[in-house]
């Protein structure tokens, strides 16, 4: 059974391959948006353990801004509240805590973090109509739930004129190099666990999301500003992978490997000699993982 099941190192795992994926294009048009000295309201929804804010301050984008970052999962927002302060220290920031706010202050910028761990939809039933966002971020998240019936109810949350950053959305592709027995079949019925998953009795996924969302977000009413391709693509150097890649890499496989055994069309013992394959691949520094992704940035009607 899969035993790489630490998400929120997972998550940390990941920002250097996010670094290298995230869309040039589609990153500077947030980022035009952003250079203004104005205080800017920002919702993220699947912020994880905060590495978008990180991201954010990094470049210097966050000039005056209230930032609540919002996660399922409360051991990613624990993970977040530790890591968080840790890593502004580190970059010279001053760290304060205001009201269960994390202020976060640095040459006269000034960034306010309000940590929710709660389900976006439970966050959507009890949120008061007249809190709205001019900036709402999505990494690594739309592909996991019904991208039509949910864009509606999280534009709502947009002022008038407000932006959409949607990053990281699977697109289709996924490929592991070189090739061992199963591979076809056994990428091909991952993906098809993706469109056939279900959370709460409803529809939670697309295998082939980031291309659907260029109509979807029509139909929501959103107008698309940039698009592009956000690829992770993960190899070693000598056979060693950069910083903790070589952890995402296991909790990818272990990931296709346990949405398989639970959806037992593949027999176990198949899918059991897949994943052993291609764990020993990562240890010896063979595996290549690439998959393909979309981002968008936009704003609404």
């Given amino acids: 059974m899969p035993k790489y099941n630490n998400f929120p190192r997972y998550l940390a795992s990941k920002k250097s391959v996010d670094d290298r994926a995230l869309n040039q294009r589609v990153w500077d048009a947030l980022v035009e948006y952003l250079n203004n000295p104005w205080d800017v309201e920002i919702l993220e929804i699947g912020g994880g353990i905060g590495t978008m804010i990180e991201r954010l301050l990094e ?8 930032y609540t970052l919002l996660d399922e999962q409360p051991e990613n927002i624990t993970e977040a509240k530790r890591r968080l302060p840790e890593w502004a220290e580190k970059n010279s920031f001053e760290v304060s805590w205001e009201d269960e706010k994390l202020v976060l202050w640095k040459n006269g910028q000034i960034t306010k973090v309000t940590f929710l761990a709660e389900d976006l939809f439970d966050f959507l ?13 999505a990494h690594a998240f739309l592909d996991l739930v019904d991208i039509p ?22 697109d289709g592709e996924t490929i592991f190099e070189p090739a061992v027995v199963h591979d076809e079949e056994i990428i091909a019925r991952y993906h098809q666990t993706m469109d056939e998953r279900i959370i709460d009795g409803k529809v939670s996924g697309d295998s082939c999301a980031g291309r ?30 950069l910083a903790d890649e070589a952890y995402f890499l296991h909790f990818i496989v272990d990931t296709v490997q346990g949405a398989l055994l639970r959806d037992r069309e593949i027999a176990p013992r198949q899918i ?11 240890e010896s520094g063979a595996l290549v993982y690439i998959a393909h992704q979309l981002d968008f940035f936009g704003r609404i009607s």
């Fill in 212 to 241: 659907h969302l260029f109509e979807h977000l029509k139909i929501a009413g959103g107008e698309i500003l940039a698009a592009g391709s956000s690829d992770w693509v993960v190899f070693s150097k000598e056979n060693d992978y």
């Fill in 125 to 137: 039933a009890r949120h008061n109509a007249e809190k709205k966002y001019d900036l709402l971020i």
């Fill in 272 to 282: 059991e000699s897949w994943a052993s394959a291609r764990h020993a691949q990562i």
């Fill in 149 to 170: 019936a949910t864009l509606p109810r999280i534009f709502a949350l947009l002022k008038a004129q407000g932006h959409f950053y949607f990053t990281i959305n699977f």
């Fill in 59 to 66: 470049r210097g984008l966050l000039q005056h801004a209230n």
